[in-house]
């Protein structure tokens, strides 16, 4: 918690140590103080008993003679001793004889009746006295004596027994009442509890300054673990703990190495699976771009030049869609190793994507970087991809982009060995073809540029518009439901639809920043219509690039969870020929947002027919017919075959359908006769810069009324 300070465990040691070893002392204190009182008193009162006896002889001339000054001979006699606070003589009827007291201050005591009863039960035996504890404020101890005398009876005067108690007669003459001062006593014992104190202070002292170095040093070992406790917490694992002092701190310190040790494996399997494709192990896009921009600086600063290549498999489509998924993955596994076994080690080597390879040439010509191409021309010629007994000549394409300057960024020389790609494809299979600055590219290398300009800028400033085009129920029922489309500013403040900037997106790297800007918007748009009280579901196309990116996945996620909303109200769309072209990938990146609880659509459906098998492995909730099936619905009877085929497959799958580019009152009744349950498309409503929610108000009146009306 900020701003709570915390006390380390070597002054919450010494506080514990101090606080016992006071706890300690005050027990002790207490102890003593009650020992001691008590053995005071206990002395006092054997004093007491000794002095009676010599009080009562010092006393004796008061009861013999009347004169008043006798008292003075005992009064001199007590003067002497401090610890005598006061005697009093009395007569046998209590009345006073004579007097000493130390403090003149000081009350004393009157003797009681009841107490002159008890003390004439007590003559004779072998404790005739009385202790009165009731004396104020404990000050004294108070002793009441009776004197007596002894004769024999008269009638055994003749008959003498010196060993017959029985034959003498005991007389109280008066009685002694004699205070013995506590306070001197506790006064010197106070005083040596104080001495003590300070002794035993010292001597906690002591063992306090002992204690806090034999503490510190008992607890280095773990203090020292501080320092790198606090790397780890800043996420430096680059770490190495000591293994020294008790046991204890032994194994916290191999604990503490042993985590450290796995979350330096976890990290380089992280980085690995970061930077590498999980099938062929090569670096993937993004680790690539990362490599050549670092060469772009190594090239700027030295007199060299490298080379790209862009390489793009011409039979993979075929083998894919012939020989399933699995033989693909082997094709490319295979390519993989080949590119590998011609390529030197300090260059890199990339699976760019599907069927796309790039590799980085480092430190190579014009000429040097040609004939690499050749050669792996060369070698694809060659190759011949085995499986189930059938043999496939595997060619490719190639496009080469010089590095030889820092006049272009890697998206720019990316862009230039992909157009080279293409230009070598148009020119027959097992081609290449060298990207020339001067050559007609050039124009379509200046026009993707400036697009990648316009789309950073719109990244950058925040100016991407969305658009919400209406997907209404052919039942008549249902909530609002929209496509989001994005439109761009261009360069006269005019929006651009995405089919003008979205390509040259993909070939600058830019999709994924893009999607990442469409899903928080989107999902921010969708928690404040949701806040006003409206029950509307957005729809939201992906990129093939997001697939590959587990931080799309947590940033869905985290967006749906900071604006609280539930996930099936958020539908993210895949084209039909991406979801194939990279089946695998997609049915896990599907399957972890239906996890979350959001829905998909599978996009331009039909497109890819070759592939219609593999529709009952894609976990989509929704199937959207491709454009080309419905723009002639209406009149072309192989269009409407084909959506009936659509249709009943997906209803024996559990998929609702949507029918896309509705244009005319025609095709929505086919579509409804059909059993399609969603329609999109212009005749509907076009595309808005906000939900228009007349449109299902409209379409539901209408619902209404054709149910009215049979």
């Not at 993989?336 to 390529?343: E, G, N, S, W």
């Amino acid at each position: 918690m900020k701003g709570r300070s915390h006390r380390s465990i070597v002054s919450r040691v010494l506080l514990m140590h101090v606080l016992w070893v006071f706890g300690v002392y005050l027990l002790i204190a207490a102890g003593l103080w009650w020992v001691s009182t008590s053995l005071i008193e206990n002395n006092l009162q054997k004093q007491a008993v000794q002095w009676v006896a010599e009080l009562d002889t010092l006393g004796t001339p008061l009861y013999v003679s009347k004169n008043s000054t006798q008292g003075s001979q005992f009064e001199a006699r007590l003067q002497n001793f401090p610890e005598v606070a006061y005697v009093r003589y009395y007569n046998a009827q209590g009345t006073v004889l004579g007097e000493y007291t130390a403090n003149k201050e000081r009350d004393v005591p009157v003797v009681t009746p009841e107490q002159l009863e008890q003390l004439a039960s007590l003559a004779g035996t072998d404790r005739p006295y009385l202790f009165d504890d009731t004396a104020a404020d404990n000050a004294y101890v108070r002793l009441l004596y009776p004197v007596t005398i002894k004769f024999m009876r008269p009638d055994n005067m003749f008959n003498l027994d010196l060993h017959d108690r029985q034959q003498e007669k005991i007389k109280i003459i008066g009685h002694i009442d004699l205070g013995m001062d506590l306070g001197h006593y506790r006064e010197y014992l106070l005083k040596l509890l104080v001495i003590g104190s300070v002794v035993i202070g010292l001597m906690i002292l002591l063992s306090l300054i002992f204690g806090r170095y034999m503490i510190k040093k008992a607890l280095a070992p773990l203090t020292d673990l501080q320092e790198p406790l606090a790397r780890l917490a800043r996420g430096d694992i680059d770490v190495l703990v000591e293994s020294s002092g008790d046991e204890e701190i032994i194994a916290i310190s191999n604990a503490l190495n042993a985590t450290i040790s796995a979350l330096k494996q976890r990290d380089r399997a992280l980085r690995e699976m970061a930077d590498h494709d999980s099938l062929t192990g090569l670096v993937n896009r993004a680790c690539f771009i990362q490599q050549l921009d670092d060469e772009l600086l190594r090239i700027a600063h030295g007199n060299r030049s490298s080379a790209i290549l862009f390489i793009d498999l011409d039979q993979f489509k075929y083998v894919n869609d012939t020989l399933g998924h699995a033989a693909g993955d082997r094709l490319l596994i295979q390519v993989t190793a080949l590119l590998k076994a011609r390529m030197r080690e300090q260059d890199v080597i990339s699976r760019f994507g599907g069927d796309e390879f790039t590799i980085l040439a480092r430190n190579v010509t014009k000429a040097s970087a040609l004939g690499i191409a050749k050669t792996i021309n060369e070698l694809m010629r060659n190759f011949h991809f085995l499986e189930n007994g059938q043999s496939f000549n595997i060619y490719c394409s190639i496009g080469i982009s010089m590095i030889d300057s820092d006049d272009f960024h890697a998206g720019d020389l990316i862009a230039q060995a992909d157009i080279a790609c293409h230009q070598a494809k148009r020119r027959g299979r097992n081609r290449l073809h060298m990207h020339e600055h001067a050559d007609q590219d050039r124009q379509r290398m200046e026009v993707d540029v400036s697009w990648s300009q316009l789309i950073n800028k719109a990244l950058r400033e925040d100016s991407f518009v969305l658009y919400y085009q209406p997907i209404i129920d052919l039942s008549g029922a249902g909530a609002e439901f929209y496509e989001v489309l994005l439109r761009m500013p261009g360069a006269n403040g005019e929006l651009e639809l995405p089919s003008a900037f979205l390509p040259a997106a993909a070939r600058f790297g830019l999709m994924l920043d893009i999607d990442r800007w469409v899903i928080a918007h989107a999902i921010e748009a969708l928690a404040r219509l949701r806040a006003a009280g409206r029950d509307i579901t957005l729809s939201v196309n992906l990129s093939a690039q997001s697939f590959e990116e587990n931080s799309v996945l947590r940033h869905i996620e985290d967006s749906l969870r900071q604006h609280n909303l539930p996930a099936q109200a958020l539908i993210l769309e895949i084209t039909e020929q991406m979801a194939i072209r990279h089946l695998d990938r997609t049915r896990e990146f599907i399957q972890s947002l239906l996890d979350v609880g959001c829905r998909f659509a599978l996009d331009d459906f039909g497109a890819g027919f070759s592939s219609f098998s593999n529709l009952k492995n894609l976990p989509v909730d929704y199937i959207k017919i491709s454009q080309p099936f419905i723009e002639n619905l209406a009149t072309d009877s192989v269009d409407q075959a084909m959506v009936k085929s659509i249709i009943q497959i997906a209803r024996s799958l559990g998929r609702l359908t949507v029918a896309e580019y509705v244009q005319d009152a025609r095709t929505i009744e086919l579509l409804r006769e059909f059993g399609v349950d969603y329609a999109q498309g212009n005749y509907i409503d076009k595309a808005a810069d906000h939900p228009r929610m007349e449109i299902f108000q409209r379409h539901a009146s209408e619902g209404r009324r054709r149910a009215a009306q049979g």
